[in-house]
């Protein structure tokens, strides 16, 4: 662009990369307030046992709800509290959220689990205090199998001791892993049993065209038997259709996350979608999977 100005380097910051740079300044101090004024909410996504079309765990998501511009969704976010050293103080209060659905949850359904989605930045410098985590588990009465962390691929790439020590003090402990978009990175394989991953969560991507592409139903179906021969269970994303839910259950994939299930919820829609679901007078078992 500065080239195209006739190449005069001093036209690099043309009024709107300023707007942005200044936008970008705003957005950084608004994060602030907005961890101070309890802007943030964190919703839910129902996830169902693909054999009995029961909801068995959560996905905590979470949404901003900013005072001028509105509903801020993560993708705009968690980048920029990852640059500035907020994903720390948000991520232990989104931890704590998780914390609470599951002990709620945990009444209806007593093995119910929440996941907590971790971004890689927030292993790095002092990293996660897990002190902190095992203690808000303590005072919950909750056993810490009750969590799941999901993780991407991408903390996997350049993964260093700090890291997965962290980890595995973790999963020790008795918390289960997750890993987050599974067949879109290059993690290694053999980092799923080195790290003790309970859970892949397969990307939406290869979900969406799965009933009408042949290369996609053959890659859920590869991964979902590989990662049975390695004891791991397997989530798929993004099911958004009945025909995508009864392919994945075919070929006994574990479990379902999708917009055809619901989309995310606050915490009181989803204890009715909860009750419901486990109310024979109401939404039956399996009515979800279209055999009533
Ligand atoms: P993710 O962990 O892979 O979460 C799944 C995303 O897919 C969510 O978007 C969810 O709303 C969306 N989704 C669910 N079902 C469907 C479906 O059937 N079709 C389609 N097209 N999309 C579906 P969301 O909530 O906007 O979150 C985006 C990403 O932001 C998440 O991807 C996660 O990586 C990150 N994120 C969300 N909450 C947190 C958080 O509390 N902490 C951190 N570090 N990251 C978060
Ligand atoms: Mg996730
Ligand atoms: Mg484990
Ligand atoms: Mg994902």
Known sequence: AAKSLGGNQYHYFTPSMQEAVQKRMHMINDLHVALENNQFETVFQPIIDLKTGDICRAEALIRWHHPVHGL?????????????????????????????????????????????????????????????WFAHLKSLNLPPEAIVIEI???????????????????????IEVALDDFGTGYSSLAYLKKLDIDYVKIDQMFVKNLTTSEEDRVLCEAMTVMAHKLDIAVI?????????????????????????????????????????SRNPDGNAPGTMMGHV
């Open 152 to 174: 991407t691929e991408g903390l996997l790439l350049d993964i260093d001791e700090h890291t997965s020590n962290q980890l595995l003090a973790l999963s020790d402990a008795g």
């Open 72 to 132: 801020i969704n993560p993708a705009s976010f968690v980048p920029l509290a990852e640059d500035t050293g907020l994903i720390q103080a948000f991520g232990d209060w989104v931890f704590l959220e998780a914390a609470k659905a599951a002990s709620r949850w945990r009444k209806y359904v007593p093995d119910f689990q929440v996941s907590v989605n971790i971004s890689p930045v927030q292993f790095k410098n002092e990293g996660i205090d897990t002190n902190v």
């Open 236 to 276: 798929a994303e993004g099911v958004e259709t009945l025909a995508q839910l009864r392919m994945l259950a075919s070929f006994n994939c574990d479990y379902g996350q999708g917009y055809y299930i619901s989309g995310p919820v606050n915490d009181e829609e989803f204890e009715e979608l909860l009750a419901a």
